[in-house]
């Protein structure tokens, strides 16, 4: 008689690092023998691969891991990463509906962790098993950890110092990703600027990135001013297969409150990155992170914020009310600016980023964009996302999920571009 398999099902708080982490804890399941379902079905085990960079993401971690404890009281509920680490640190009592805390280290092996405590399976194992994504979109770790101080982030507490894949394991799985079907990989990593293999460090790994042969488009994660963005940048300028998005992090235009947060640049050194990329890019889509209400911040240095989000080419902002976090030298600075104050200031960024989004969707109408598509609706319609990292919406009965294709945007409705292919 046949064993039923057991299930697993998994959510992810956060990053892309987490997206890609997740990835291979599913893979390492699947390799064991465990079915996995649908977050927010029931399952046998439920691994919440969580994120505490602020807050709001910690307490999202807990959330999600109380519905699923209200709902399937028998589910085995695990927290994972960064937010276990920072419950490790912080030496606090596991939360009553977190059943196992897996750490940074621990998360990969949780099958083995699990031993016999569920029948993962009735008959063959797999091997070797492709990490899976819930987008057309792979992603892809290349590094980990962080090295820079800054006095607001708890990311080197949680993820240690920074640490680096080797090149050819990097390649090695875009090439495996690429022959199950992937046309796009998105590399990620706790600050990628600081990658480095020997002598490999971020703009020889995009060379390599670029020469594997199936793989149609790439792009990157978020990258520290600082590290090796200039060499980024021309090396976009030649590429066939960057996609043509930045996210630059910010965090603030006052240079009182950069110096203050730890951050290993000015405004000016900022701006002159931009203006770079400008000339050597023309159009680009480009995002950022902003922190609003960082201690000791008043209302000068918001404006000046303001005034350079306003004046930056910026396409998508990311925009953070300061969250204090244990452990960092932040929580215990003078001048905490009151919740009302950040509310206010966040608000003002965030209508400020959605116009910039539309303004900079309509600059690309009659200007040819590729298409990843994600979905395909009724209508004959297909959506996904441009390297411009814009949505768009596409009339054409022929386009399939994870076909790129080529389109000139005949309008845009808000922050979607809309086009026919014949």
């Not at 949780?110 to 492709?130: D, K, M």
Request: proline content about 5%; aromatic content about 8%; some cysteine.
């Amino acid at each position: 008689m046949k064993t039923r398999r057991a299930t697993v099902s998994f959510k992810t708080v956060g990053c892309r690092l987490n997206q890609a982490e997740t990835a291979v804890m599913r893979a390492s399941f699947e390799e064991a023998g465990f079915a996995t379902v649908r977050f927010g079905e029931s399952c046998d085990v439920c691994v919440i691969h969580g994120c505490v960079v602020t807050s709001k993401a910690e307490e999202d971690s807990l959330r999600l891991a109380r519905s699923i404890k209200r709902r399937y009281p028998d589910a085995f509920v695990i927290l994972a990463g960064c937010a276990a680490e920072f419950f490790k640190n912080e030496t606090r009592a596991r939360p009553e509906q977190i059943d196992y805390i897996a750490g940074q280290k621990e998360k990969f092996n949780l099958p083995e962790i699990l031993g016999t405590r569920f029948q993962a399976v009735s008959g063959n194992q797999t091997t070797g098993l492709p990490p899976r994504f819930d987008t057309q979109r792979a992603v892809v770790k290349i590094q980990d950890g962080c090295d820079f101080k800054c006095a607001y982030c708890i990311v080197p507490s949680v993820r240690g110092a920074s640490k680096s894949r080797p090149a050819a394991d990097i390649i090695r799985e875009i090439s495996k990703l690429t022959l199950n079907g992937f046309p796009e990989v998105v590399l990620t990593g706790a600050n990628i600027g600081c990658y480095a293999d020997g002598a490999c460090r971020l703009p020889q790994l995009l060379e390599k990135v670029e020469a594997v042969s199936d793989l149609q488009r790439f792009r990157i994660s978020s990258l520290e001013i600082a590290t090796v963005e200039r060499e980024v940048i021309d090396f976009m300028a030649s590429s066939k297969k960057m996609c043509s998005f930045f996210h630059f992090p910010i965090q603030s235009g006052s240079n009182r409150i950069l110096k203050s947060m730890g951050r290993p640049y000015t405004a000016e050194q900022y701006c002159s990155i931009i203006e770079y990329a400008r000339k050597k890019l023309g159009l680009f889509g480009l995002g950022t992170d902003i922190i609003a209400g960082f201690p000791g911040e008043n209302a000068d240095d918001f404006e000046a914020t303001m005034e350079i989000a306003c004046r930056l080419p910026f396409s998508k902002l990311h925009v953070f009310s300061y969250s204090p976090r244990p452990g960092t030298p932040a929580s215990s600075m003078p001048g905490q600016v009151p919740a009302k104050d950040k509310e206010m200031r966040s608000a003002r960024l965030i209508e400020l980023g959605r116009q910039k989004r539309k303004e900079f969707a309509q600059s690309l109408v009659g200007k040819q964009v590729s298409i990843l598509v994600e979905k395909t609706t009724q209508g004959g319609w297909a959506e996904g996302w441009t390297g411009e990292y814009i949505w768009a919406r596409v009339k054409a009965e022929s386009l399939r999920r994870k076909q790129i294709a080529q389109f000139v945007p005949e309008s845009a409705k808000d922050d979607v571009l809309l086009g026919t292919i014949e």
